[in-house]
């Protein structure tokens, strides 16, 4: 089965941790975008990489950190310095955009609660 | 930054009944997307418009583009109860997305 799967889909973690979030995709897709969703809030872009070893700040990118060390794995670590960590975290993957930018397919999110 | 931006905010319809969206942004773009989100899960695509394209279909979707009025518009048709969700436009330029903060569709059985 061809998809992008995200682990775990719920994370407590106490303030003060940095916490890693997993995301995996199989589509053969060179981006990867990550994303984070609060109640009643469309998507607002955190981070995202068109090729293995280069990603690039989105809109939200202060107290997180990516690596892409490989094709498949795009993983997000939320750290201590994110004021509002607490938030639904979705990942995503595309065809190479090379300025364009194509339909992007998304994982099941990971819900991370911080108290 | 969101760019899109959605309009209404909420939805109630009958089943059976069609649902029109409206989508307005405010910079130039490469092309128009609608998704999908039930709750508490993650997108689904739905339509991609390109930026020379006026209208286009799939199944029960059709979606308009007006560049000069920068605006867009999704119409489901005959609405089923599993038509129920979140749906948002994003628009695509620069190798990136930016998405509005979505519509609330109830489809009543």
């Known amino acids: 089965d061809g998809g992008i799967t995200q682990s775990p889909k719920y994370l407590f973690r106490k303030e003060g941790q940095n916490v890693t979030l997993s995301c995996e995709q199989n589509l053969n897709h060179d981006a990867m975008y990550w994303y984070r969703q609060d109640p009643g809030q469309g998507l607002r872009l955190i981070y995202y990489?068109?090729?293995?070893?280069?990603?690039q700040k989105g809109d939200i990118a202060e107290g997180y950190s990516v690596s892409r060390e490989k094709k498949e794995s795009f993983p997000l670590t939320v750290t201590s310095a994110q004021k509002n960590p607490t938030a639904f975290y979705l990942c995503?993957?595309?065809?190479?955009?090379?300025?364009?930018?194509?339909?992007?397919?998304f994982g099941p999110g990971t819900r991370l609660t911080v108290t | 930054s969101q760019q899109g931006e959605e309009d209404p905010q909420a939805l109630s319809i009958q089943e059976g009944e069609n649902a029109t969206m409206n989508c307005s942004y405010k910079t130039s773009i490469n092309n128009l997307q609608w998704y999908r989100q039930n709750s508490g899960r993650g997108l689904v695509h739905l339509i991609l418009i390109r930026s020379n394209e006026r209208e286009k279909h799939s199944g029960r979707l059709r979606v308009t583009l007006d560049t000069s009025k920068k605006s867009s518009s999704l119409l489901i048709t005959a609405s089923r109860a599993a038509d129920t969700a979140s749906y948002f436009c994003a628009t695509g330029a620069n190798s990136k997305l930016t998405f509005g903060k979505g519509i609330t569709l109830s489809v009543r059985p």
């Open positions: 995503a993957s595309s065809r190479s955009t090379s300025g364009d930018s194509y339909e992007q397919y």
């Open positions: 990489s068109q090729i293995v070893n280069d990603f």
